[in-house]
């Protein structure tokens, strides 16, 4: 901005040299049209900034005292902790579930490698410090490696599986070392390389250090005759001529020192090939496991954490599909999908006031737990408990701790039925490979008509097969269908599955039971099989078993009657987080939106004494809080001369008492004005907020056409 011309007086509302430092980092223009739109900060919120200043205000409004309100605050952090304690500690037991059969895997190769080692040459001691090779054979040179198939699109979901896989094989008795792809890259090559390797076996490396150190240091007695498993968990990021020179140097001594890789490979098992040398593939012996798909780890979860009620915390369907969606965006990234739940439990214990209640169910007498906590609260919290809108559909209009005890229990019992009956359609449209993940999406939908889904004939199934519902496709029509046409073997493996999962609902369960009775007689299993395989070959009309369609008929029975989603229950909202805005904003992020907002609700986060919310804005403020305030007073662009001016009379305001005593004192007929010092301070402080503004992308510095505006980008509260 220009300095003001020579011939205006220079006074302390115009005399602006300080906005000198405001400039524009690169060329911009700023639109022709300068129409002044007056933003209003009492605009319609959006649903989500309004459920969660209603959580908030609810809380604050209905707490007695300051006490009770930190009191409450404490309670919801805790059970967020012991809620996601449990999340957590079941996820990392599913996981290592699965990944167990594979780290078996790898554990019998590594014995049956170290047996061929060994059956080929058991050398001494003293021959293994030699440095020439005890066989010069090429077979003898070869390193055992085994290459596993992870299929991630990204590496992060597969740190966790080879940090189990190392302590899976430490624990069984083998040395481990770990490299990663940096310290196999060009920068370090391979000498920086083989020296990570002997820190992490040896206590003490020499500066000068080469394979005889390591052959020294394995033919000490708790050393010896165990394989040293070097373990590479991203072959692709790797430097090829930097591993292909560690594999030669390596081979050379591997019937003296048994070493064996354990490779990682994301993409293809042929990647190897396009990343080594042909004299260094030689050089490796190569087995070829497969990690479970990303598929198969999110079913064993979906089943585990949202499916099976293990924290007491579960997602509405808007929440469901979010994940599933944000889950697929990032490339069936595991990692991303518990992020994203870890935030979901995060905001529902921070947004909901009765969320504590949550821990009640995994307590064993959960009733007591809730009669407990109940009447320990405030009558106004009671009142807002029966204010959702679920005990409004439901008309609970009684305010008594039985009502919310009974409507607790029963949406407990509920959730653990709704369960059973979800793995039961899995178990079927497994076969299929129907994910349950989608089926779970389509469970939880509320606006689901089952009833209009369920019994529909073959003929239909392929039009509504097209119909808009949770997942794009109707999961639970598809899983009746595949019902229909399972092969008897297969069925009766089905209703066995069943049989277990319906355990806790005698009813269902002996109505399985005696399907099953009719197909199978304890004296004779396989007649039964080859005759009911014979009618199934001779049936006729839509092509379906007898039996097929008594268990599809039964499993209809069962999902109509007792797959109800949660969102439709009684006190749901205590413990379902159903905010998708929210959720959507904390992952995706709007980052200037929100250091907009917390600039104008500043006071609501420090929470001191000297701010109070209001209309007006308070000089104790920091300045750019001051200044964002102000400028949602003016248009698409903002007038500098009046901006300051603003700020100029907030900064010099004085509280009202020492205004009327000014006012009233009889020697001062007119205010002293400010010192010079105090004039240049607070043009200094303008300067400062306006930058800080442009920096967090809020203004856009003048332009050479109108030095005297700054144009605003983010709008509205």
Same mark, same amino acid.
Request: proline share 4%; charged share 20%.
């Given at each position: 901005?220009?300095?003001?011309?020579?011939?205006?007086?220079?006074?302390?509302?115009?005399?602006?040299?300080?906005?000198?430092?405001?400039?524009?980092?690169?060329?911009?223009?700023?639109?022709?049209?300068?129409?002044?739109?007056?933003?209003?900060?009492?605009?319609?919120?959006?649903?989500?900034?309004?459920?969660?200043?209603?959580?908030?205000?609810?809380?604050?409004?209905?707490?007695?005292?300051?006490?009770?309100?930190?009191?409450?605050?404490?309670?919801?952090?805790?059970?967020?902790?012991?809620?996601?304690?449990?999340?957590?500690?079941?996820?990392?037991?599913?996981?290592?579930?699965?990944?167990?059969?594979?780290?078996?895997?790898?554990?019998?190769?590594?014995?049956?490698?170290?047996?061929?080692?060994?059956?080929?040459?058991?050398?001494?001691?003293?021959?293994? +410090?030699?440095?020439?090779?005890?066989?010069?054979?090429?077979?003898?040179?070869?390193?055992?490696?085994?290459?596993?198939?992870?299929?991630?699109?990204?590496? !992060?979901?597969?740190?966790?599986?080879?940090?189990?896989?190392?302590?899976?094989?430490?624990?069984?008795?083998?040395?481990?070392?770990?490299?990663?792809?940096?310290?196999?890259?060009?920068?370090?090559?391979?000498?920086?390389?083989?020296?990570?390797?002997?820190?992490?076996?040896?206590?003490?490396?020499?500066?000068?250090?080469?394979?005889?150190?390591?052959?020294?240091?394995?033919?000490?007695?708790?050393?010896?005759?165990?394989?040293?498993?070097?373990?590479?968990?991203?072959?692709?990021?790797?430097?090829?001529?930097?591993?292909?020179?560690?594999?030669? $140097?390596?081979?050379?001594? !591997?019937?003296?020192?048994?070493?064996?890789?354990?490779?990682?490979?994301?993409?293809?098992?042929?990647?190897?090939?396009?990343?080594?040398?042909?004299?260094?593939?030689?050089?490796?012996?190569?087995?070829?496991?497969?990690?479970?798909?990303?598929?198969?780890?999110?079913?064993?979860?979906?089943?585990?954490?949202?499916?099976? *009620?293990?924290?007491?915390?579960?997602?509405?369907?808007?929440?469901?599909?979010?994940?599933?969606?944000?889950?697929?965006?990032?490339?069936?990234?595991?990692?991303?999908?518990?992020?994203?739940?870890?935030?979901?439990?995060?905001?529902?214990?921070?947004?909901?006031?009765?969320?504590?209640?949550?821990?009640?169910?995994?307590?064993?007498?959960?009733?007591?737990?809730?009669?407990?906590?109940?009447?320990?609260?405030?009558?106004?919290?009671?009142?807002?408990?029966?204010?959702?809108?679920?005990?409004?559909?439901?008309?609970?209009?009684?305010?008594?701790?039985?009502?919310?005890?009974?409507?607790?229990?029963?949406? %407990?019992?509920?959730?653990?039925?709704?369960?059973?009956?979800? %793995?039961?359609?899995?178990?079927?449209?497994?076969?299929?490979?129907?994910? %349950?993940?989608?089926?779970?999406?389509?469970?939880?939908?509320?606006?689901?008509?089952?009833?209009?889904?369920?019994? !529909?004939?073959? !003929?239909?199934?392929?039009?509504?097969?097209?119909?808009?519902?949770?997942?794009?496709?109707?999961?639970?029509? +598809?899983?009746?269908?595949?019902?229909?046409?399972?092969?008897?073997?297969?069925?009766?493996?089905?209703?066995?599955?069943?049989?277990?999962?319906?355990?806790? $609902?005698?009813?269902?369960?002996?109505?399985?039971?005696?399907?099953?009775?009719?197909?199978?007689?304890?004296?004779?299993?396989?007649?039964?099989?080859?005759?009911?395989?014979?009618?199934?070959?001779?049936?006729?009309?839509?092509?379906?078993?007898?039996?097929?369609?008594?268990?599809?008929?039964?499993?209809?029975?069962?999902?109509?009657?007792?797959?109800?989603?949660?969102?439709?229950? *009684?006190?749901?909202?205590?413990?379902?987080?159903?905010?998708?805005?929210?959720?959507?904003?904390?992952?995706?992020?709007?980052?200037?939106?929100?250091?907009?907002?917390?600039?104008?609700?500043?006071?609501?986060?420090?929470?001191?004494?000297?701010?109070?919310?209001?209309?007006?804005?308070?000089?104790?403020?920091?300045?750019?809080?001051?200044?964002?305030?102000?400028?949602?007073?003016?248009?698409?662009?903002?007038?500098?001369?009046?901006?300051?001016?603003?700020?100029?009379?907030?900064?010099?305001?004085?509280?009202?008492?020492?205004?009327?005593?000014?006012?009233?004192?009889?020697?001062?007929?007119?205010?002293?004005?400010?010192?010079?010092?105090?004039?240049?301070?607070?043009?200094?402080?303008?300067?400062?907020?306006?930058?800080? $503004?442009?920096?967090?992308?809020?203004?856009? $510095?003048?332009?050479?056409?109108?030095?005297?505006?700054?144009?605003?980008?983010?709008?509205?509260?």
């Amino acid at each position: 901005m220009s300095a003001p011309s020579s011939d205006t007086p220079l006074t302390a509302a115009n005399n602006i040299q300080p906005f000198l430092v405001l400039h524009k980092a690169a060329a911009s223009s700023v639109p022709s049209s300068h129409a002044r739109r007056r933003i209003q900060t009492s605009q319609p919120p959006s649903p989500s900034t309004y459920l969660a200043d209603r959580c908030h205000d609810a809380a604050r409004v209905q707490c007695e005292d300051e006490g009770d309100l930190d009191l409450y605050e404490q309670l919801r952090l805790e059970a967020f902790q012991q809620t996601w304690s449990k999340i957590q500690s079941t996820i990392d037991e599913v996981l290592k579930g699965i990944n167990l059969k594979l780290f078996d895997q790898v554990l019998q190769w590594v014995k049956e490698s170290f047996s061929l080692v060994r059956a080929i040459a058991r050398p001494h001691h003293t021959e293994v +410090q030699q440095s020439y090779p005890l066989l010069t054979d090429v077979i003898c040179k070869r390193i055992p490696t085994a290459f596993i198939l992870t299929k991630n699109a990204e590496f !992060v979901d597969d740190i966790t599986t080879f940090r189990d896989l190392a302590g899976h094989l430490e624990s069984n008795g083998c040395h481990l070392a770990k490299l990663s792809a940096t310290e196999l890259s060009a920068k370090h090559g391979v000498g920086g390389c083989f020296r990570s390797l002997l820190r992490q076996l040896l206590s003490d490396v020499p500066d000068v250090a080469g394979v005889s150190v390591l052959a020294s240091w394995y033919c000490e007695a708790e050393n010896y005759d165990k394989p040293i498993i070097v373990i590479i968990d991203d072959l692709e990021q790797c430097s090829g001529d930097v591993l292909g020179e560690l594999v030669l $140097m390596l081979s050379e001594w !591997v019937i003296k020192i048994p070493i064996f890789f354990v490779m990682g490979i994301a993409t293809t098992l042929d990647a190897p090939k396009k990343l080594l040398s042909s004299e260094a593939l030689q050089r490796l012996e190569p087995c070829k496991l497969t990690l479970g798909s990303p598929s198969d780890r999110m079913n064993a979860l979906v089943e585990a954490i949202l499916v099976k *009620p293990c924290a007491g915390f579960c997602i509405s369907h808007e929440v469901a599909m979010f994940l599933r969606n944000y889950f697929f965006r990032h490339d069936g990234t595991i990692t991303s999908f518990i992020s994203a739940l870890k935030l979901a439990c995060s905001k529902h214990f921070s947004l909901e006031p009765l969320s504590f209640l949550c821990v009640g169910m995994l307590e064993e007498d959960c009733e007591e737990f809730w009669r407990d906590k109940f009447e320990a609260l405030p009558q106004q919290i009671r009142k807002y408990a029966f204010g959702f809108p679920s005990c409004a559909s439901a008309k609970i209009s009684s305010n008594s701790s039985n009502n919310i005890i009974e409507g607790l229990s029963k949406l %407990l019992k509920l959730q653990k039925d709704w369960g059973s009956v979800l %793995l039961c359609l899995y178990e079927a449209g497994r076969h299929d490979k129907v994910q %349950l993940l989608d089926i779970f999406c389509e469970a939880v939908n509320p606006d689901l008509q089952t009833e209009n889904v369920l019994f !529909v004939s073959e !003929v239909t199934c392929e039009s509504l097969s097209g119909v808009k519902s949770g997942c794009g496709k109707r999961s639970i029509t +598809q899983v009746m269908n595949t019902l229909r046409h399972l092969p008897m073997e297969t069925l009766l493996h089905v209703l066995e599955v069943w049989s277990n999962q319906l355990e806790g $609902m005698s009813e269902i369960n002996d109505k399985v039971k005696e399907l099953q009775s009719t197909t199978i007689s304890a004296d004779s299993v396989r007649p039964a099989k080859e005759k009911w395989t014979r009618r199934s070959a001779a049936s006729t009309g839509n092509g379906t078993d007898p039996l097929n369609e008594k268990a599809a008929v039964l499993l209809q029975d069962v999902t109509r009657k007792y797959l109800v989603p949660v969102e439709c229950l *009684p006190f749901h909202e205590i413990i379902c987080f159903k905010n998708v805005d929210v959720l959507q904003s904390a992952l995706i992020g709007n980052p200037r939106r929100m250091v907009q907002l917390d600039l104008l609700k500043s006071q609501s986060h420090l929470k001191c004494s000297c701010c109070r919310n209001g209309t007006a804005v308070s000089r104790s403020l920091h300045d750019t809080s001051i200044m964002c305030n102000l400028a949602q007073e003016y248009g698409d662009v903002i007038n500098l001369h009046d901006w300051y001016m603003t700020f100029e009379g907030i900064i010099n305001s004085t509280n009202s008492k020492a205004k009327r005593k000014s006012y009233s004192s009889p020697s001062k007929k007119k205010s002293k004005p400010s010192s010079l010092e105090g004039r240049a301070m607070i043009q200094a402080r303008f300067c400062r907020a306006v930058t800080e $503004m442009q920096i967090t992308g809020l203004v856009r $510095m003048p332009s050479k056409r109108r030095p005297d505006l700054v144009q605003r980008i983010a709008f509205g509260p």
